[in-house]
């Protein structure tokens, strides 16, 4: 049971993003051990430093690069007192694991790498090349994380061939979701500028919400686009609109929402911006407007990654997985600009983020063995 007891070690370890609390420390020691050369690349400012971790085995003879990608950091806790124990004292009740990490992620990355000393042991002279690209910060801003290393590799001439990121894509069963792309995310800021007055005196003022109602009725009824076989349909999103003073006989003189949009590969972010400013040029609305770029959008069509790892699940566990592009982002957007392969795959993500975060004790040895079954069908 080393991925089990690697995985208690890791959670043992509080590592609130961006702290890593020594994690990558540990698994660096072990992956040297397994004839890695491993990196540490401390990056951000002082008051938020993050810890990466590159390390590379290359192999006898020629092959792919598959690399693992992950984060060692976790979110906040929450109220300890609504824990049953504490989520940094891994914890086992009722066959399953418990601690803050447990499914997000720690114990995939304890998975992979037990995954990979064995792999190696039994292979020692396997082709291509083994990676690991973690960070302790893919749970915070994501500025000085995982793109920090594909900068590092970006720099160095080289590139991935294949890369399984291990977040917890699992819905009900351990392997029936391999995540092969995400949609992208573009946020925006409206402010639409009125003019205040007295409420019983309306032709004094201009009401910013009476002037953006029409466009924003016009933005919630758009048709982005139709998606595909791969992506949802582009979905727009309002998660706050706020105006006026707080007295209800003011007119306010400024009316602001937040927005988002989730877009599929279909559209891009900048034509949703023009096509969001165009409908609010129409409108003749006086506004500004900021935005923020959170992830472009990545597609990994099915090819010989997904197939090795669909077949490794299948033999582990005798399920047949769905391949996915559904919820948020993850750093597979990054590094997908150095690598025409990456998928996500790891445990079930029911409890991710919630108290008493939990993974099946049983699902640790699986997962282990289908990194490992992975490696095997791609490098031998």
């Known amino acids: 049971m080393n991925a089990l007891r690697l995985a208690e070690a890791l959670i043992s370890r509080a590592s609130v993003t961006p702290q890593d609390g020594g994690c990558q420390a540990l698994l660096a020691e072990r992956l040297q051990r397994a004839g890695f050369h491993c990196e540490t690349l401390v990056c951000g400012p002082e008051d938020f430093r993050v810890t990466n971790l590159w390390a590379l085995r290359r192999g006898a003879r020629p092959g792919p690069t598959l690399a693992f990608a992950g984060h060692t950091d976790v979110v906040p806790t929450g109220p300890l007192d609504q824990w049953r124990s504490d989520p940094f004292a891994p914890t086992h009740r009722d066959g399953h694991l418990y601690g803050r990490g447990a499914a997000d992620m720690k114990t995939s990355i304890a998975a992979m790498v037990v995954a990979v000393e064995e792999f190696v042991q039994q292979h020692a002279a396997h082709a291509g090349a083994i990676a690991f690209l973690l960070t302790s910060d893919e749970e915070g801003p994501s500025v000085d994380g995982t793109v920090r290393l594909v900068e590092l590799v970006q720099s160095r001439g080289m590139s991935l061939d294949a890369c399984i990121v ?135 069509p099915p090819g010989t990654l997904s197939r090795a790892l669909g077949q490794a699940i299948e033999s582990e566990t005798g399920v047949t997985p769905t391949l996915s592009t559904t919820g948020g982002t993850s750093d597979g957007r990054f590094i997908a600009r150095i690598c025409p392969q990456v998928v996500e795959f790891g445990p079930l993500n029911a409890s991710i983020h919630k108290i008493d975060e939990n993974v099946a004790v049983d699902d640790i040895e699986r997962l282990k063995n289908i990194y490992r079954r992975t490696l095997e069908n791609m490098l031998t």
């Open 166 to 300: 291990g977040e917890p894509t699992s819905v009900e069963r351990l392997g029936d979701m391999i995540k092969n792309g995400r949609r992208g995310t573009l946020s925006g800021r409206l402010k639409v500028r009125g003019v205040q007055g007295h409420i019983a005196y309306p032709h004094l003022a201009r009401n910013p919400i009476h002037e953006a109602a029409p466009a924003l009725a016009e933005l919630v009824a758009m048709r982005w686009d139709d998606g595909n076989e791969f992506f949802p349909p582009t979905s727009w999103q309002m998660s706050n609109i706020h105006a006026g003073t707080g007295a209800g006989n003011v007119i306010p003189g400024e009316l602001e929402v937040m927005f988002n949009f989730r877009f599929s590969n279909e559209s891009s972010a900048d034509s949703l911006k023009a096509r969001v400013h165009a409908l609010l040029d129409r409108h003749r609305l006086d506004y500004e407007l900021a935005w923020t770029l959170g992830g472009e959008t990545f597609l990994t």
